[in-house]
T-cell receptor, first 110, second 115 residues
Framework: GENVEQHPSTLSVQEGDSAVIKCTYSDSASNYFPWYKQELGKRPQLIIDIRSNVGEKKDQRIAVTLNKTAKHFSLHITETQPEDSAVYFCAANRDDKIIFGKGTRLHILP | NAGVTQTPKFQVLKTGQSMTLQCAQDMNHNSMYWYRQDPGMGLRLIYYSASEGTTDKGEVPNGYNVSRLNKREFSLRLESAAPSQTSVYFC??????????????FGPGTRLTVT
């Protein structure tokens, strides 16, 4: 079955710098890769997703890249701001399910 | 449009007690899911329902049962609660967006403590 690995588990970056979170997946049939942001005490919310027919997608300061051959996908946040502090989850689909990575806690340092 | 709603928000149970967590969505989604979230473990799938009338086990189904009451509602039952079931429980629903690709919406969560 699908296995999604996420790294790092914790990431601290200076405000204004970039943050990169990386994930790998195991099921070559996966074709949908969402990223969720979860603030403390809140529900996870979708911030960006990518389908397998594209290699990169960008939305303002957030971008996601996908390498299907290597089964890697990454989240890039540029010009980080204090409100980017949260836990981020990558995920991949398997049949009717979505399998999540274990999350990355992102700290934005002043 | 309320999205995905869950009740209760908080619950404390004694070991051996039973309870049902309720979830409803008003987005006409076919698929609904129950996850548990524990520190450092991410979101782990307990059970899911791909469509009304069907349910399937996820990664961690032991100790739980589910009912897809209708298209809107999907409940999770703990028959005999154990301290290991202390967790935050999230319900989610999905819409298929061309070719079986899913965008998932979450409820606000239920924080359950079993003593």
């Amino acid at each position: 079955g699908e296995n999604v690995e996420q790294h790092p588990s914790t990431l601290s970056v200076q405000e204004g710098d970039s943050a990169v979170i990386k994930c790998t997946y195991s099921d070559s049939a996966s074709n949908y890769f969402p990223w969720y942001k979860q603030e403390l005490g809140k529900r996870p919310q979708l911030i960006i997703d990518i389908r397998s027919n594209v290699g990169e997608k960008k939305d303002q300061r957030i971008a996601v890249t996908l390498n299907k051959t290597a089964k890697h996908f990454s989240l890039h946040i540029t010009e980080t701001q204090p409100e980017d502090s949260a836990v981020y989850f990558c995920a991949a689909n398997r049949d009717d399910k979505i399998i999540f990575g274990k999350g990355t806690r992102l700290h934005i340092l002043p | 449009n309320a999205g995905v709603t869950q009740t209760p928000k908080f619950q404390v149970l004694k070991t051996g007690q039973s309870m049902t967590l309720q979830c409803a969505q008003d987005m006409n989604h076919n698929s609904m899911y129950w996850y548990r979230q524990d520190p450092g473990m991410g979101l782990r799938l307990i059970y899911y329902s791909a469509s009304e009338g069907t349910t399937d086990k996820g990664e961690v189904p032991n100790g739980y049962n589910v009912s897809r009451l209708n298209k809107r509602e999907f409940s999770l039952r703990l028959e005999s609660a154990a301290p290991s079931q202390t967790s935050v429980y999230f319900c989610a629903s999905t819409s298929s967006v061309q070719g079986g690709i899913y965008e998932q919406y979450f409820g606000p969560g239920t924080r359950l403590t079993v003593t």
